[in-house]
C-alpha cells in the first residue's frame, strides 16, 4: 500500500518536473569560466529549494571553485542518518549543432526530457530534494535523518568537495550516503551500482619552435609538436587495446567468479550494444575479456582532444609552435591514481623526441572503489526498488567515475548506496542527454520508500 508521502509525490509529479525544467535551463558548466555565474546561481536555486521544503542550516559554502551547497534536518532520534549527494554542474554542450532542441531548453520527446544535466545529475540530484519534500509536506517530519551536500564541480574533478570532506569529516557525520548519479542496467530494470572506475586525467604539451612558421621555409629544420605527440600516443597502447606504460597491470584485482557469473545473467545483447549505444562498426578492446569485463573491470587509456595547429576550414600551412594532448586513464581496484600518474609521466618522458619541450599537467586524480553490499542500506534500498519497478534489483558496476564515493569511505568511513535511474541511452556528456521521465518520477517513489524503510 502507498504511504501519503508516495501519493503526495505522485499528485505533485507535472509540478516536480517543471520545477525540474527551471534548474535545467540554468546552464552551469563548470568548466568555462564564462559560465561562473550560472553556476552561482544555480547553487543559490538549489539552496531556495532546500529552504522551501523544510530543511534547515541551508549554506552556501564559498570553495576556491564553484560552491557547495549543504542543508540538514536531524530531528529523528535513534534512527540512521543520511548523507544525500549529488551535483548541479554540467558538461559543455558542444557540439551544438547535434542537438534536435537546444541543450538549455528542457524538451519533452516520446516520455523523455533532453537537455544538458537532464539526467547528469541535476534531474537524479532533484530526486533526493523531492522525495524529503513529499516525506515533510505529507507527515511534517522525515523518518531519519539527513544531511545533503551539493557540489558544483564534480565535472571538472571534484576538488572542492574532497577537500571539504576531508577537513569538515563531522559536519557530514552520517551513517551511508546515497548517490543517484548511475543508470540501471536496462529499462525498468532496477540496479545497485556497487563498483566505479577511478581516474588519472592529464595533459601534455609539446613545445617547438618559439612561434608557429611556414611549413614550406621552414619545413625539413623545425621540429613538429605534432609529430612528436603522434609518435608518444602511437606508443601508449598496442592495436588491440592493451596499455604499454610498463608496471600498469601490477595492481588490477580480478573479480569473483560469483560476481562474473552473476554478469552473465545479466539482460546483454553485445549487437544492441555495438549498433545502438556505441554505434561503431565493431566494437574493439583487450581480447579475452567480455564488454562488462572490459568496461567495468580492465583499466583504460584514451585520448580525449589534440588542441594546436591550425583546424580551420580550407588550408594553412603552418608548423605549429605548440600542440597538446589531453589524456586520461580509468582505473580499477587496486591500482592506485598517484602510482599510475607516476607510471606514465615517467614513461612519457622516456619517449620524448628530440627537438621538442615536454610538460605533463594533472587535471584530476579518482581512486577505484568496490561497494560493500553486506549491510541493511543495501538491503532496504533493493527492497524499495523491487516494490516500485517489480522485479529484483541486480548489482553491477560501472566503468563511470565518481571521485566523492572513495572519499565517503575514505574520510567519513561510510558506504554509498548508488541508486541510480539512468538508462545506458541517456547520451551522458553527449548531444541530446535526456532522462526518461517515468524514471524520475519512480526514482523519487523509490527514494521515498527506501527511506521509509529505514525510518521503520
Same mark, same amino acid.
Given at each position: 500500500m502507498a504511504s501519503s508521502a508516495v501519493t503526495y509525490a505522485k499528485e505533485n509529479q507535472q509540478r516536480f518536473l517543471g520545477e525540474l525544467k527551471d534548474l535545467l535551463r540554468i546552464p552551469s558548466v563548470s568548466t568555462l569560466p564564462q559560465h561562473k555565474d550560472d553556476v552561482q546561481r544555480a547553487a543559490a536555486f538549489i539552496a531556495n529549494q532546500m529552504r522551501a521544503i523544510g530543511l534547515?542550516?541551508?549554506?552556501?559554502?564559498?570553495?576556491?571553485?564553484?560552491? +557547495?551547497?549543504?542543508?540538514?534536518?536531524?530531528?529523528?532520534?535513534?534512527?540512521?542518518?543520511?548523507l544525500c549527494y549529488g551535483h548541479y554542474d554540467v558538461q559543455p554542450p558542444d557540439p551544438l549543432d547535434e542537438w534536435k532542441s537546444p541543450p538549455f531548453e528542457p524538451t519533452e520527446r516520446n516520455q523523455n526530457l533532453y537537455a544538458r544535466g537532464a539526467v547528469d545529475d541535476k534531474g537524479q540530484m532533484y530526486m533526493h530534494l523531492k522525495s524529503i519534500e513529499a516525506l515533510m509536506r505529507s507527515t511534517g517530519k522525515l523518518p531519519l535523518n539527513v544531511r545533503l551536500i551539493v557540489e558544483g564541480e564534480e565535472e571538472v574533478g571534484g576538488e572542492s568537495i574532497a577537500k571539504f570532506v576531508r577537513e569538515h569529516s563531522s559536519r557530514l557525520k552520517a551513517d551511508f550516503a546515497l548517490v543517484s548519479d548511475t543508470e540501471?542496467?536496462?529499462?525498468?530494470?532496477?540496479? +545497485?551500482?556497487?563498483? +566505479?572506475? @577511478?581516474?588519472?586525467?592529464?595533459?601534455?604539451?609539446?613545445?617547438?619552435?618559439m612561434t608557429d612558421l611556414h611549413s614550406g621555409i621552414y619545413g625539413g629544420a623545425a621540429p613538429n609538436p605534432f609529430e612528436a605527440l603522434a609518435r608518444i600516443i602511437s606508443k601508449?597502447?598496442?592495436?588491440? @587495446?592493451?596499455?604499454? #606504460?610498463? @608496471?600498469?597491470?601490477?595492481?588490477?584485482?580480478?573479480?569473483?567468479?560469483?560476481?562474473?557469473?552473476?554478469?552473465?545473467?545479466?539482460?546483454?545483447?553485445?549487437?544492441?550494444?555495438?549498433?545502438?549505444?556505441?554505434?561503431?562498426?565493431?566494437l574493439t578492446g583487450e581480447p579475452g575479456y567480455s564488454v562488462l569485463e572490459r568496461t567495468w573491470v580492465r583499466p583504460t587509456l584514451e585520448i580525449h582532444g589534440m588542441p594546436g595547429g591550425f583546424i580551420g576550414?580550407?588550408?594553412?600551412?603552418?608548423?605549429?609552435?605548440?600542440?597538446?594532448?589531453?589524456?586520461?586513464?580509468?582505473?580499477? /581496484?587496486?591500482?592506485? /591514481?598517484?602510482?599510475?600518474?607516476?607510471?606514465?609521466?615517467?614513461?612519457?618522458?622516456?619517449?620524448?623526441?628530440?627537438?621538442?619541450?615536454?610538460? #605533463?599537467?594533472?587535471?584530476?586524480?579518482a581512486d577505484p572503489i568496490v561497494i560493500r553490499t553486506d549491510n541493511e542500506y543495501v538491503k532496504a534500498s533493493t527492497e524499495a526498488m523491487k516494490e516500485v519497478f517489480g522485479k529484483d534489483t541486480v548489482y553491477i558496476r560501472s566503468g563511470g567515475s565518481i571521485p566523492i564515493v572513495?572519499?565517503?569511505?575514505?574520510? +567519513?568511513?561510510?558506504?554509498?548506496?548508488?541508486?541510480?535511474?539512468?538508462?545506458?541511452?541517456?547520451?551522458?556528456?553527449?548531444?541530446?542527454?535526456?532522462?526518461?521521465?517515468?524514471?524520475?518520477?519512480?526514482?523519487?517513489?523509490?527514494?521515498?520508500?527506501?527511506?521509509?524503510?529505514?525510518?521503520?
Open positions: 534547515e542550516n541551508v549554506e552556501i559554502i564559498a570553495t576556491q571553485g564553484h560552491p +557547495l551547497v549543504y542543508a540538514d534536518w536531524l530531528h529523528a532520534p535513534g534512527k540512521p542518518t543520511v540501471m542496467f536496462a529499462p525498468d530494470l532496477p540496479t +545497485l551500482c556497487v563498483g +566505479l572506475r @577511478g581516474m588519472v586525467y592529464t595533459e601534455v604539451e609539446m613545445t617547438g619552435a601508449l597502447k598496442d592495436e588491440n @587495446g592493451k596499455v604499454l #606504460i610498463p @608496471g600498469f597491470y601490477d595492481r588490477v584485482a580480478k573479480p569473483s567468479g560469483d560476481e562474473l557469473n552473476a554478469w552473465k545473467s545479466l539482460p546483454f545483447d553485445e549487437e544492441h550494444y555495438r549498433k545502438t549505444e556505441v554505434g561503431s562498426k565493431e576550414a580550407g588550408a594553412k600551412t603552418v608548423i605549429p609552435a605548440k600542440a597538446s594532448a589531453k589524456i586520461s586513464m580509468r582505473l580499477v /581496484p587496486d591500482q592506485r /591514481p598517484d602510482e599510475v600518474f607516476k607510471l606514465y609521466s615517467d614513461f612519457v618522458n622516456s619517449l620524448k623526441p628530440r627537438g621538442v619541450d615536454l610538460k #605533463i599537467k594533472q587535471y584530476s586524480l572513495a572519499d565517503f569511505e575514505k574520510y +567519513l568511513k561510510i558506504p554509498s548506496v548508488m541508486m541510480g535511474f539512468g538508462l545506458p541511452d541517456d547520451n551522458l556528456h553527449a548531444p541530446n542527454e535526456k532522462f526518461h521521465i517515468p524514471n524520475f518520477y519512480r526514482g523519487i517513489e523509490s527514494i521515498i520508500r527506501f527511506f521509509e524503510k529505514l525510518g521503520r
